[in-house]
């Protein structure tokens, strides 16, 4: 969202790919935190589910946990399914958002930036998963220090 001179929240239909779309963009501006909140929880509980009921919890706690050198793998194996689903959920409808938040964006940035070398070499979609963690990384500190006037439940 661009802003146009002192009018704070306001479109800049110059701006737009589509600007016949303007209307649209502005009626559901004031929202757009909430629903990308809620698509970012989403993915999570996706994640988090395969890894906690799906039977990938011994594959985190082999390729992401262990070469990382923490103890007790499967612990943490277990605490990033934890996280990511119940997390996740909390993400979507608005629950406990910084913490959460804060807690997801420390995740990210240890399984980015501390394991990339032996797990994302290990996948071949290793470009589309770095994308989506960073793309997660710059939402995820927004969530945790909060938007004034952003649609928020709780925080």
């Not at 608005?94 to 990339?116: D, H, S, Y």
């Not at 220090?145 to 928020?152: N, T």
């Amino acid at each position: 969202m661009s802003m146009v001179g002192n009018r704070e929240g306001q479109i800049d239909s110059t701006r737009l790919i589509i600007p016949g779309l303007a209307g649209l963009y502005q009626s559901i501006a004031p929202y757009s935190y909430a629903i990308i909140r809620f698509c970012v929880g989403a993915i999570l509980i996706y994640h988090g589910y395969g890894k906690l009921f799906g039977g990938n919890i011994a594959s985190v706690a082999e390729h992401v946990v262990t070469p990382l050198g923490l103890p007790m793998p499967m612990a943490w194996a277990y605490f990033i399914g934890i996280l990511e689903f119940f997390g996740g959920a909390a993400l979507a409808i608005g629950f406990l958002t910084r913490p959460i938040a804060l807690m997801l964006t420390i995740e990210f940035i240890v399984i980015t930036f501390m394991a990339r070398g032996q797990w994302l070499l290990a996948f071949p979609a290793r470009t589309a998963a770095m994308n989506i963690r960073c793309s997660c990384c710059s939402f995820m500190p927004r969530s945790s220090f909060g938007e004034p006037g952003a649609v928020r439940s709780t925080g």
